[in-house]
């Protein structure tokens, strides 16, 4: 693998002001270089001249030499660094706008990301005539897609899923492909696209060229790089293991049910502007950024599968001040850059040290100093210590206030209120009503006024729920243990509920709101009836409160979530408490889709032995 060093500083790398170099540096590095120096072909000069392009970016100008020339490479950068146009523009050359086949494959994580670049590669080919950019992802109809193959587009973008579809239907063959991306390589193996990755791979010439840009460098893409490239020049415009200096680095040991409380009494005290919460998957984006607006808080959430139009209203929320806290994935926080961000509180810890300074670099922009916190189970200390140890940082452990801390945060903070409210007078019917009520109820002034800032925080004494009551919905690292650990035991059934079956799970969209909904609506429930519900990839599992009767379980079996009949039943365990465990409690894999397409044609794309995870 050849090596290219990084660029000496990034355009938005941080530079100290009025620093000077001492007499005896070294020798001032040369200007960034200018397109002009790039051997573009004319057309997409032009092209980059109508577009505004001037200066390449650090990734730009590393990355489009080498593939002008035919060189595989391996591109380490963030999104935002503009590495679209790094792989895009030599991409484009290397095609041959007369001919009406596939030339160029990109893969991308998301819908959306692939909607983007290839929105970005059209633009880049307008003065290309007759070359056509389709891009293929999932949630939309196969009709256009179908048509736009088959008039010959020379450029495919499109998510891993819906191109093997594609092949499955024989309406995509890349066996005239000259040029193989993959973009957000690293989110691509995170979110389980590794089997199809290999196989789109597989079924493309020898001879094509790969180009891998990815934001962080784990073994997976080493792997990657080292089956289907041949002899990659790397580039990196930042170091992996850099770290963010503005910003405060801090870890809390907190048990997962307890998780979502936890954060909630952060944020409630936090004297950050605004905040963002990293998750790992998009169901735990969705789970938690409820949670929070339930608790009160102004908070959204967004992950990959977030239309771009929704994402960019939301992040301009962030940015206009509308919005307190955004809870995200990875894939969806990628090139996010907004000042007022103040807090980072990783909600779980990331898997790869990358990730993790990715994540806290969401902070600490612009000269401003920002805070980064995690957290870990009571086992995973281990892990803390990876990322000390690649970040050479040591985190320090935080205190996550209490109840009673946030009621003093809240109170403290409407007391700065006061003097303003007094100077705008108006006070003489709170007065007297004030009075009448200490006289007629014989009440210390002092404990009214208590009383009323008690109840204006929402305190409600002894007695009431607390944010530190273990919660009865699964929490998101539960949610991920059933997809990514393999099969699970059911949680043993609570004193007082009996467990119940419905035929709903993660592959049907099935959420814990619509199970409780759908059951203490058509069950004549309340809320509080509903225990512990567990989601697996088929099926689900809810405790209830005493026992439901077969009136009861007929009307609750008829309703709905996502289109699916609930069809409930006492749970009577794996094969009713005989035999190996239900295949439902397997986790879900992309190996799972039928070998054979909806029309009946084969795809005979062979396996290429047995799948890690497989029996």
């Known amino acids: 693998?050849?090596?290219?060093?990084?660029?000496?500083?990034?355009?938005?790398?941080?530079?100290?002001?009025?620093?000077?170099?001492?007499?005896?540096?070294?020798?001032?590095?040369?200007?960034?270089?200018?397109?002009?120096?790039?051997?573009?072909?004319?057309?997409?000069?032009?092209?980059?001249?109508?577009?505004?392009?001037?200066?390449?970016?650090?990734?730009?100008?590393?990355?489009?030499?080498?593939?002008?020339?035919?060189?595989?490479?391996?591109?380490?950068?963030?999104?935002?660094?503009?590495?679209?146009?790094?792989?895009?523009?030599?991409?484009?050359?290397?095609?041959?706008?007369?001919?009406?086949?596939?030339?160029?494959?990109?893969?991308?994580?998301?819908?959306?990301?692939?909607?983007?670049?290839?929105?970005?590669?059209?633009?880049?080919?307008?003065?290309?005539?007759?070359?056509?950019?389709?891009?293929?992802?999932?949630?939309?109809?196969?009709?256009?897609?179908?048509?736009?193959?088959?008039?010959?587009?020379?450029?495919?973008?499109?998510?891993?899923?819906?191109?093997?579809?594609?092949?499955?239907?024989?309406?995509?063959?890349?066996?005239?492909?000259?040029?193989?991306?993959?973009?957000?390589?690293?989110?691509?193996?995170?979110?389980?696209?590794?089997?199809?990755?290999?196989?789109?791979?597989?079924?493309?010439?020898?001879?094509?060229?790969?180009?891998?840009?990815?934001?962080?460098?784990?073994?997976?893409?080493?792997?990657?790089?080292?089956?289907?490239?041949?002899?990659?020049?790397?580039?990196?415009?930042?170091?992996?293991?850099?770290?963010?200096?503005s910003v405060r680095q801090t870890y809390a040991v907190v048990p997962f049910r307890h998780r979502t409380g936890a954060l909630a009494r952060v944020l409630a005290t936090s004297p950050a502007e605004a905040a963002i919460v990293f998750v790992r998957t998009r169901a735990a984006a969705e789970e938690v950024g409820t949670s929070l607006v339930a608790r009160g808080l102004i908070a959204a959430s967004i992950s990959g599968d977030v239309p771009q139009k929704e994402r960019e209203k939301i992040v301009e929320r962030l940015r206009d001040g509308s919005l307190q806290v955004l809870v995200a994935t990875d894939v969806a926080a990628r090139g996010l850059d907004v000042e007022r961000i103040g807090l980072v509180v990783n909600f779980d810890v990331p898997k790869e040290a990358e990730s993790y300074v990715h994540r806290i670099g969401r902070t600490g922009r612009a000269g401003r100093s920002g805070e980064a916190l995690t957290f870990i189970g009571p086992h995973e200390r281990r892990a803390l210590k990876n990322i000390e140890r690649a970040t050479k940082q040591t985190l320090a452990e935080a205190t996550i206030p209490s109840p009673r801390d946030v009621s003093k945060h809240r109170l403290a903070a409407l007391l700065t209120q006061v003097p303003e409210r007094i100077s705008r007078g108006r006070l003489e019917l709170y007065r007297e009503l004030i009075g009448e009520f200490v006289a007629e109820n014989e009440i210390d002034p002092l404990d009214l006024v208590a009383a009323l800032g008690a109840m204006s925080v929402g305190d409600d004494g002894p007695g009431s729920a607390t944010e530190e009551e273990e919660f009865t919905a699964p929490s998101p690292r539960t949610e991920e243990r059933s997809r990514d650990r393999g099969p699970r035991e059911a949680t043993p059934t609570e004193h007082g509920y009996t467990s119940y079956k419905v035929g709903v799970g993660h592959n049907h969209g099935a959420r814990p709101p619509g199970i409780v909904g759908a059951i203490t609506g058509e069950g004549g429930l309340h809320g509080k009836d509903i225990g512990k519900i567990q989601i697996f990839p088929h099926f689900s599992l809810v405790q209830i409160r005493g026992s439901l009767s077969a009136e009861q379980m007929e009307r609750i079996s008829r309703a709905q979530v996502g289109g699916r009949e609930l069809r409930i039943g006492p749970d009577r365990g794996p094969r009713g408490g005989k035999g190996p465990r239900r295949d439902g409690e397997r986790p879900f894999r992309r190996d799972d889709r039928p070998r054979r397409d909806e029309r009946g044609g084969r795809y005979d794309a062979p396996r290429r032995g047995p799948r890690r995870g497989d029996a």
């Open 1 to 245: 693998m050849t090596d290219v060093s990084p660029a000496p500083a990034s355009a938005d790398a941080p530079v100290a002001e009025g620093s000077t170099a001492p007499a005896d540096a070294a020798p001032e590095a040369p200007a960034s270089p200018s397109f002009d120096d790039i051997d573009l072909p004319a057309p997409l000069r032009r092209a980059v001249d109508e577009l505004g392009f001037s200066t390449p970016s650090a990734i730009q100008a590393q990355a489009i030499p080498p593939l002008l020339e035919g060189r595989d490479v391996i591109g380490v950068a963030q999104t935002g660094t503009g590495k679209t146009a790094a792989f895009g523009l030599p991409l484009l050359a290397a095609i041959d706008p007369s001919v009406r086949e596939v030339q160029a494959l990109v893969l991308a994580p998301t819908r959306e990301l692939a909607m983007q670049v290839a929105d970005a590669i059209a633009s880049f080919a307008t003065s290309l005539g007759g070359l056509d950019v389709v891009a293929l992802y999932g949630g939309s109809p196969y009709g256009p897609q179908e048509r736009a193959l088959s008039r010959g587009a020379q450029v495919v973008v499109g998510t891993p899923g819906r191109v093997m579809d594609h092949m499955r239907r024989a309406n995509l063959r890349l066996d005239t492909i000259r040029v193989a991306v993959l973009d957000e390589a690293d989110e691509m193996l995170r979110m389980g696209f590794a089997e199809d990755v290999e196989e789109i791979l597989s079924h493309s010439p020898d001879s094509r060229q790969v180009a891998l840009f990815s934001a962080t460098m784990p073994a997976a893409i080493q792997r990657v790089a080292q089956t289907h490239m041949k002899d990659p020049v790397r580039v990196s415009v930042t170091p992996q293991s850099s770290t963010v200096k």
